[in-house]
């Protein structure tokens, strides 16, 4: 976070020159400088100076912003405009909602994120949730973001190189960061994860300490919870251990607030040695979408389409309009409606087009939100983690226990 004279001298590095606008979302829906990337700096300035009041309409154009950060990585004068944009967030927060206060607790201790898990797949295998959905309408759109809620997973502390294959040689150690919303919806990800991590030769540590990258809690303005959840993971880490994040959004939360070596795993995958690894080949069209954590912030989005790559017959290509963020973008979906729907409709539209069968993207966040969107218009596309794509092309059967290579390929 920034203090007051750091807004001002950050903002001052903005000369104006217009370049980040073409690539600012809400500018482009909008058309109004006030939801551009140089507008919404001219306005934090503004306020730092105390020239204009931290009113509501200030509070409007702060609250659009998706921090997607495209704008920070097309400007040629490196302005940090994602520190810019946490700051002013803190500077307007309201006192947390019910909600958001029960979702950040949550999100900074995973074993009650677990528990909470298995209550919500509880009432959507009761048809609960369903019931809850009719009787305030409200909780739909969480809804529909939860439809096919895995089995929780307790995960342990160390998975050895050697737990798929004993004849793997041991080539190093990694610590994995969990993801609070990851871990409890999409454990799949994780063991596929630790599959390819271990069958790659690397030992898998995965603090039991560690906590939420702050992501959420930042959102909401509320850097003192930020602030606790970062010292929480800098404190439950090795520091001498690359720290391997699965969702993008996670890593780019560590990356901006730790000083730990925080590696998306496909980047880190990519450039393993993969000599004498079988991979089974898989003759299908992936489309690949891009989060903008990946592309703008851990800057390692072509590492996916290399990873996926290195299956055989496999064909890549990626999703038109990837320069765009999918409106998910964390708690967004749900605070800002009209907007996300909107870019979210774009998505689906070039899905569409590109009659695309399985997607394939980096960021639970995202994951979920597209997910609802092409459930919403029944259409049948998979939407995967990279990591997954590759682990069953590797044998992996969905189960970190099984001793032997199976084929369990996707066909
Ligand atoms: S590209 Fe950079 S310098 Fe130019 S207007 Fe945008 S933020 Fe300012
Ligand atoms: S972070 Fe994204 S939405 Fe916000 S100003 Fe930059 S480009 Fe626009």
Redesign the pocket.
């Known amino acids: 976070m920034l203090n007051t004279q750091q807004i001002i001298q950050e903002a001052d590095r903005c000369v104006a020159c217009g370049l ?1 606008l073409p ?5 482009h829906k909008t058309g109004s400088e006030a939801d ?2 140089r507008g ?1 700096i001219q306005l934090m300035s503004a306020v730092a100076r105390e020239i204009v009041p931290a009113n509501d309409r200030y509070k409007q154009h702060i609250d659009l ?8 990585a097309a400007c040629p004068n490196g302005v940090r ?1 994602g520190a810019l ?1 946490d700051t002013a967030r803190a500077g307007v927060a309201k006192k947390p909602h019910v909600i958001d206060k029960i979702t950040n607790h949550l999100v900074a201790n995973p074993s009650q994120m677990r528990v909470a898990s298995k209550v919500l797949r509880f009432t959507q295998n009761t048809g609960l949730m369903r019931l809850a959905g009719q009787l305030v309408p409200s909780l739909n759109k969480p809804i529909a973001l939860l439809s096919n809620l895995q089995k929780t997973q307790t995960w342990r502390e160390f998975y050895p190189a050697h737990s798929t294959n004993s004849s793997v040689t041991k080539k190093g150690k990694v610590s994995l960061f969990l993801g609070c919303i990851s871990s409890a919806f999409d454990a799949e990800t994780v063991r596929a994860s630790v599959f390819v991590l271990n069958r790659l030769g690397f030992d898998v540590h995965i603090p039991l300490a560690q906590s939420c990258c702050g992501g959420l809690a930042r959102q909401q303005g509320d850097a003192e919870q930020a602030k606790k959840t970062i010292a929480k993971n800098q404190a439950a880490f090795n520091s001498t251990l690359p720290v391997m994040t699965l969702a993008s959004g996670c890593g780019a939360g560590l990356h901006d607030y730790t000083n730990l070596v925080v590696k998306d795993i496909s980047h880190f995958l990519v450039n393993c040695d993969w000599s004498n690894i079988n991979i089974a080949p898989l003759a299908r069209d992936i489309v690949v979408h891009d989060p ?1 954590t990946l592309r703008n912030v851990q800057k390692s989005h072509t590492s996916v389409y290399d990873l996926l790559n290195k299956i055989p017959q496999i064909k890549v290509n990626a999703l038109s309009g990837n320069n765009q ?1 999918c409106g998910g973008a964390g708690a967004y979906m749900l605070n800002q409606p009209e907007m996300a729907d909107s870019l979210l409709n774009d998505k689906v539209s070039s899905l569409k087009k590109q009659k695309a069968t399985l997607l394939a993207t980096s960021n639970i966040g995202c994951a979920l939100y597209i997910a609802a969107g092409l459930r919403a218009q029944n259409m049948a596309i998979e939407v995967v983690h990279p990591v997954t794509i590759i682990a069953k092309q590797l044998g992996y059967t969905d189960s970190l226990d099984c001793g032997s290579l199976h084929s369990n390929s996707l066909t």
């Open positions: 980040c690539h600012c979302p809400t500018y551009s990337p919404r912003c998706l921090s997607c950060r495209s704008c920070e405009y944009i903008c963020c």
